[in-house]
């Protein structure tokens, strides 16, 4: 509130309050200074509904000013969100996609100036776009405020990890973790994973929970594109694959639904369903509710058969393959073989891009951007094949999945 600095950089882990705590500032600013407007930027537009639109509203909410505040009822955009004064005067509080410059250039406000600006989810920009925006909007005050949020990298060598070490005279970077936390504020379930994380994966408990860049620099896969996935990009998807490899603990159940767009040499993972502790008939009446919650009818019934979508999993238990397919599954054993790990990854690989819902697909997300080379200890050289022991689940099930495109020249 003494404005200090203009930019405040906060980085940390998941479950670590970040983006609460910049919109309660942002609300608390509004309301202290009459000339600020405040424009709230994500990389994607069809990221702002359910993200830093509905973040801001909690914030609103939290500080008791919902009577204020003229929130729209669209609930297929994020529109400004209007601070009305008693004097009459209004201010802004705008949402805008990186993916689209020419409309943040384009903004005008009518009274006051944009004092206030966000960069949600850093990771997802370049270092141009963000200095577009800055260029765009920072005008017309002497007073500004810039926040940016992000969870680190795996990798040190990303930009982000970088621009955060490198010390600015008008800049404070802070680091929170789910331990400075209160834990009634998180909840069991959260809690439960990250002790369950901490137990079996260190690395991946300390990039993930605690924002540390854990990685070495040596990504399998370096094109993977983290962001949403529209229910409009779902309904359009014209043919679907679905991945099961088989676990029951630690090593869990692990199911997977993807599309593939040849034209773009793209695959897009946009669903998950991961059991600890099931057996098969626990597996798959679980994964048959899963997906008949999906699409249910106005009678509460589903509209279709879920079990009728073809599913590729893991040969190497025939007795699971022949049990899901006894209980009605359309399901076969992928054909696997010499060599078709590295055949289905090399394809992978190969592809212009991955892209992983976060939200829809945590686990799959966290897997394939925390899955790297290894290094010989002894010797320092990266040790050539792919590694074993890594979390790897999701990997698994997409190749699977995949296995009659890859065998057939990605078409």
């Known amino acids: 509130m003494k404005h200090e600095y203009t930019e405040y950089t906060l980085t940390g882990g998941r479950g670590s309050c970040k983006s609460s705590f910049i919109s309660l500032c ?13 424009l709230i930027i994500r990389k994607n537009a069809n990221t702002l509904r359910t993200s830093v639109y509905e973040q801001i509203i909690w914030a609103i909410e939290r500080l008791g000013l919902r009577s204020r505040f003229k929130i729209p009822k669209s609930e297929t955009s994020a529109l400004p969100i209007v601070y009305r004064r008693k004097n009459g005067t209004k201010q802004y509080i705008i949402f805008r996609g990186c993916d689209n410059p020419e409309k943040i250039k384009s903004i005008k406000i009518a009274q006051g100036y944009f004092g206030l ?46 621009d955060a070490r490198t010390p ?6 802070f680091h929170t973790t789910y331990l400075d936390i209160p834990r009634e504020w998180l909840g069991e379930a959260i809690l439960n994973e990250i002790e369950y994380t901490k137990q079996t994966n260190e690395r991946a408990y300390r990039n993930i929970f605690l924002g540390e860049p854990t990685g070495t620099g040596l990504n399998i896969f370096e094109n993977i594109e ?3 996935i529209t229910d409009e990009e779902i309904a359009a998807f014209d043919y679907v694959y679905n991945g099961i490899d088989w676990g029951y603990y630690p090593d869990p159940f692990a199911w997977g639904r993807m599309c593939y767009d040849a034209r773009k040499a793209t695959l897009y993972i946009y669903d998950e ?15 048959q509710e899963y997906l008949e919650e999906q699409c249910l009818d106005e009678d509460g019934k589903p509209r279709f058969n879920v079990m009728a979508d073809r599913i590729e999993a893991d040969s190497a238990e025939p007795k699971s393959v022949n049990d899901f397919y006894k209980w009605g599954w359309n399901i076969r054993g992928a054909k696997k073989g010499a060599g078709s790990l590295e055949a289905g990854y090399k394809w992978l690989q190969g ?13 799959m997300a966290d897997e394939f951007t925390l899955y790297e080379y290894e290094i010989d200890k002894r010797t320092g050289e990266i040790v050539s094949g792919y590694p074993q022991g890594q979390p790897d689940h999701g990997m698994a099930l997409t190749r699977y999945a995949t296995e009659p495109i890859w065998r057939h020249g990605g078409e």
């Open 26 to 38: 942002i609300i608390i600013l509004i309301v202290m200074f009459p000339q600020f407007n405040a």
């Open 117 to 162: 600006i966000w960069f949600e989810e850093k990771t997802e920009f370049t270092p141009a776009e963000i200095q577009n925006v800055k260029v765009s909007a920072m005008r017309g005050g002497s007073k500004f405020y810039v926040f940016e949020s992000y969870n680190p990298p795996s990798a040190k060598r990303h930009w982000c990890n970088t």
């Open 168 to 173: 600015k005279k008008d800049r404070v970077v």
């Open 226 to 228: 983290l962001r949403e």
């Open 273 to 287: 369903l991961y059991l600890y502790k099931h057996g098969n008939i626990q597996a798959s009446n679980a994964l």
């Open 351 to 363: 592809l212009r891009a991955i892209v992983i819902d976060p939200v829809r697909c945590p686990k």
